[in-house]
């Protein structure tokens, strides 16, 4: 039997999901669903058909099509890709497959950590794993959470914002992921515990500890406060896939600390931060709790992936090779206009240069696309039929582009 998949949810053909062939492409029965609610609106039965055609779909991804579906949009970061991959297949093979086995042994859920530096795919990664899967994900901050009480976002609203991703369909978001991003700025104020109310740091990590393990939690549908004269909506957090992510500066240093890099002594120099290469993939939670994330919490993120700092060749990776590349969607945009875009090789590693020395990550591209290009697009229907190439010289020094005139083929 030939391996095909859903031209559009990528889902691999079986018995319980047919797909239906067209002129090289393929559709599957969820997608198939889906089309005709958006064209003859919805109803109890196919809600409730497309909700068990999507756990058919999700528990048929394998780590390997995961991770490849990834790649698809995640250049580099091959070792955490394989680790999120791995955990997101575990994760809803035991929503979906745990009653194949007759057996009392309950799987736990396995969360996941990611640290990296900023613009370098935390966020991209769980965004594209909500996608392939077809389930609703919120994603927050955790810089603006507090205690209950305080002033600040209450820890339960995260929640909120994931019922709304799934329209108001609870069960639909009892089975989606959160991920919280910049959970390292809520460690306490050190490892030892502070004798005053840490309200943003080691208060929310307790509150978080209640949703990330697995409980039913009463949440305000609309968001907001929660006083006693409201209804609630109750989550169980069983099967939601907690992503968490954060740069954690500083962490190197502990790092080091423990290897023991700093030499004492006569006839040895002192290396500079510059000179000293941390490998953080040999982080392990006690160092996440020297960082100031209680054990508690740690222990219940066990799967930890480390992504890396992007160097100037998978800056320009980035630019150009993923299916929503900066390069083919600007390209896209200037060809509405009948205009052909072009980059020279140089010009991309100029504007990746121009990304690391701004320290922002694949993020802060662009931004520099932008600048580059505003000048440009200002008068760029004036240049139908032309091609325009973009010269190193445009990136660093803000010349004019390369306007050819594009031959007309004589019919």
């Known amino acids: 039997m030939i391996n095909r998949h859903c031209s559009f949810c990528k889902a691999a053909e079986s018995e319980s999901n047919p797909l239906i062939a067209g002129q090289g492409v393929y559709i599957c029965k969820n997608c198939v669903y889906s089309a005709y609610k958006i064209m003859f609106g919805d109803d109890k039965n196919a809600k409730q058909e497309n909700r068990e055609l999507l756990e058919k779909t999700a528990e048929l991804l394998t780590p390997k099509e995961l991770d490849k579906f990834l790649g698809q949009y995640i250049i580099g970061q091959e070792r955490a890709r394989k680790l999120v ?178 030499i004492l002594g006569f006839g040895h120099e002192k290396k500079t931060k510059k000179e000293k290469e941390v490998d953080f993939s040999l982080v392990e939670p006690d160092d996440l709790v020297s960082y100031g994330l209680i054990p508690e919490l740690v222990g219940r993120l066990p799967i930890i992936a480390t992504l890396e700092e992007i160097d100037e060749d998978a800056m320009v990776r980035i630019l150009r090779e993923p299916k929503n590349s900066l390069v083919k969607q600007y390209q896209k945009l200037f060809s509405i206009d009948d205009v052909e875009l072009t980059f020279e090789e140089e010009a991309l590693y100029a504007i990746a240069k121009k990304a690391i020395e701004r320290k922002t990550g694949a993020r802060g591209l662009r931004a520099i696309m932008e600048e580059t290009m505003i000048d440009i697009m200002y008068e760029l229907p004036e240049y139908a039929g032309y091609e325009i190439v973009i010269t190193k010289e445009v990136i660093e020094n803000g010349e004019k582009p390369l306007y050819i005139k594009k031959q007309k083929i004589a019919s």
């Not at 169980?236 to 890099?261: H, M, P, S, V, Y």
């Open 85 to 262: 991959s791995v955990a997101v297949y575990n994760h809803y093979k035991r929503i979906f497959r745990n009653d194949t086995v007759d057996d009392d042994t309950e799987i736990q859920k396995s969360n996941v950590l990611l640290i990296g530096p900023t613009g370098s795919g935390k966020t991209l990664i769980a965004q594209t794993i909500a996608r392939i899967l077809n389930v609703p994900i919120a994603i927050a901050d955790a810089t603006s959470l507090t205690e209950a009480g305080y002033v600040g976002e209450d820890v339960e609203n995260i929640l909120t914002k994931l019922l709304q991703a799934a329209d108001g369909d609870v069960k639909k978001a009892e089975q989606g992921i959160v991920f919280i991003d910049e959970v390292d700025k809520i460690s306490r104020m050190g490892e030892n515990r502070s004798i005053t109310r840490d309200v943003s740091g080691e208060g929310v990590q307790q509150a978080l500890l209640k949703i990330v393990e697995g409980s039913k939690v009463n949440i305000p549908p609309k968001g907001g406060r929660k006083h006693p004269n409201q209804e609630f909506t109750t989550i169980d957090t069983t099967n939601i896939l907690f992503i968490c992510g954060g740069a954690f500066d500083g962490l190197e240093e502990i790092i080091q600390r423990k290897q023991g890099n700093n």
